[in-house]
């Protein structure tokens, strides 16, 4: 499958954010690291079962070694809130992520996504971090 018409999508949105793509670029093909803020940002573009997926997310926070029910439950009725993304548990990290099938993606898309994805990780990354690790994780 050739993916190569959503690697320019990626890299078109990312020189709109004026970035050079090119510095972003991750160790694979269709893999790129960007930072908002505080925050992380990954995209991937990837088959899956002869799909196409683009994928962007960014890690928000580790898992708190207390206070876990509560932290569980804030992420929970955080996730209720957010718009077109949702916060996921992966090993011990809360992930912000989005992630759809690249048929009928548009540049317009790639970068709603990109730019909701870095609001959202550059605000709760603080805020987890503050109040679950008292400021430092």
């Known amino acids: 499958m050739d993916l190569t018409h959503v690697h320019v999508m990626v890299e078109n949105v990312i020189r709109r954010f004026g970035i050079d ?20 940002i990954w995209i991937d573009v990837m088959e899956i079962n002869e799909s196409g997926y683009f994928q962007c997310m960014a890690p ?14 804030e992420i929970l009725e955080t996730n209720h809130k957010l718009y ?24 317009n898309e790639v970068a709603a996504q990109m730019n909701r994805i870095g ?10 971090k503050n109040k679950y690790f008292g400021g430092v994780a």
């Open 21 to 40: 793509p090119t510095s972003c670029r991750g160790e694979k093909p269709g893999q790129w690291n960007l930072t908002k803020g505080s925050a992380q």
């Open 60 to 73: 928000i926070s580790a898992v708190p070694a207390s206070r876990t029910q509560e932290f569980y439950q």
């Open 84 to 107: 077109g993304v949702g916060m996921t548990k992966f090993k011990e990290w809360i992930y912000i992520k989005t992630i759809r099938e690249t048929d009928g993606l548009d540049e």
């Open 119 to 128: 609001v959202y990780a550059d605000d709760y990354d603080d805020y987890f």
